[in-house]
Nanobody
Framework: VQLQASGGGLVQAGASLRLSCAAS????????MGWFRQAPGKEREFVTR????????YYADSVKGRFVISRDNAKNTVYLQMNSLKPEDTAVYYC???????????????WGQGTQVTVSS
């Protein structure tokens, strides 16, 4: 599976952004898709994940109520709608795929290249 993330940018606090992650391959719907982020000088952290078939979602407390993950299996794409952005959301955002229902990066087998999100105050 090859993943290509896009949609990052520079926005002001309170704004919204939607990230996309396009996947190659015909087995996209069988993967749990996750979003992670890594801020400068910090470890990569889990943001959210969504299952392949029933679309069950799970969010980190830091983004719950502000971010929404969704997927379109027909388009082999997963999205991350980010609302009410805060400066502390500034990071490189990565999409990733796994066959395990996990929020640990070590369980994810495939990674996109990352897209920069910068939120100014």
């Amino acid at each position: 599976v090859q993943l290509q993330a896009s949609g990052g940018g520079l926005v002001q606090a309170g704004a919204s952004l939607r990230l996309s992650c396009a996947a190659s391959g015909r087995t996209f719907s069988t993967y749990v898709m996750g979003w992670f982020r890594q801020a400068p000088g910090k470890e990569r952290e889990f943001v959210t994940r969504i299952t392949g078939s029933d679309g069950n979602t799970y969010y980190a407390d830091s983004v719950k109520g502000r971010f929404v993950i969704s997927r379109d299996n027909a388009k082999n794409t997963v999205y991350l709608q980010m609302n009410s952005l805060k400066p502390e959301d500034t990071a490189v955002y990565y999409c990733a795929a796994t066959r395990v229902y996990s929020d640990s990066s070590r369980h994810y087998d495939y990674w996109g290249q990352g897209t920069q999100v910068t939120v100014s105050s």
